[in-house]
Each structure stands twice: as C-alpha cells, then as structure tokens.
C-alpha cells in the first residue's frame, strides 16, 4: 500500500513540475506576443509618422522627377509595411501554435 502511494506521490510531483514549466513557457509566451504587439503598434506610429512627413515633403516637390521621386518612395514603403505586416502576422501564428501546443500538452499531461 505504502508503495502504491509513493508512486502516486511521485507521479502527481512529476505532473506538478511539468504543470509548472508548462505555465512558465506558456508565460513566457505571452510575454513574447505582447511585445510583438507592442512593436507592431510602434511600427504603425511611425509609418503614420513617415506618411506625414512624406506628404509634407511632397507639397514642396515639384517637377516630373521628384513627382517620380515621390511615386518610387510610396512604393518602397509599401514594399516594407507589407514584409512587415507578413513578418509580424508570422511571429504572432508561430507563438499562436506554440500556445496552443502547449496548452494541449498540460491538458493531456494531467
């Protein structure tokens, strides 16, 4: 009898632990996502920033070649947000997945 209780003790222990480390990952995890979050929302301050100036910029352009000019800088900068927005959207599924699988693991760990 002793023995059995031992090994009950030794087992809900053991799922204590990896409950435990589950719980931290799972922390640290969120911690990862929001960060991203946050560089996401700076990110899109300071292309709101850019655009501002941008146009601020353009209203003292004149000519062909700096309306070229003008034309070739918007589409560099959506050329960028666009990698961005993939590269964040990418982060945050990875992290998504991460979380869930992990979250899976503590439920079938129990």
């Known amino acids: 009898m002793d ?46 920033a850019q655009t501002e100036l941008r146009e601020l910029l353009q209203e003292g352009w004149q000519g062909d070649t700096a309306r070229g000019f003008h034309n070739y800088l918007d589409e560099v900068q959506e050329q960028e947000q666009r990698t961005w927005k993939q590269a964040f959207q990418t982060q945050k599924e990875a992290l998504q997945e991460e979380i869930s699988q992990l979250k899976h693991e503590q439920i079938y760990s129990l």
Not at 14 to 20: A, R
Not at 21 to 33: A, D, M, P, S, W
């Open 3 to 48: 023995l059995v209780n031992e090994k009950r003790t030794q087992t809900l222990q053991q799922l204590k632990k990896q409950q435990e480390q589950v719980e931290n990952k799972l922390q640290t995890f969120h911690q990862k996502q929001g960060e991203l979050e946050w560089l996401e929302a700076d990110y899109q301050s300071h292309m709101r």
